[in-house]
């Protein structure tokens, strides 16, 4: 599946967990643990360009509360193919204006 993404994978992947996902997982049921940690890392070929975590009002020093549904805004993390430049390095992602960081 790793070989897909990095082949034939879509510009852009939305991960997002949902009412499959496992106490404290980050993604869904759909995303194997090993495609979401490649993602992650790099290996994929692709980059988190945007991570929106889930609002608190309150800091909770251990997570979610216990009756809380990971579907009630979730954390939302997307990546983006990695670019590339002619020698083989990620180029560094761009910020709002488009411009390079």
Known sequence: MRRDLA???PELLIVIPD???GSGR???ADCPPEVY???LDGSAGYE???HFPPPTLVARPFGRARLDSPSVAPPVRIFARATRTTG???S???G???RAR
């Open 26 to 28: 980050e993604h869904s």
């Open 92 to 94: 560094p992602p761009a």
């Open 19 to 21: 009412w499959t996902s």
């Open 96 to 98: 709002a204006d488009g």
């Open 7 to 9: 082949d034939d994978g």
């Open 88 to 90: 083989g390095e990620p």
């Open 37 to 39: 940690a490649a993602l």
């Open 48 to 50: 988190l360009v945007a």
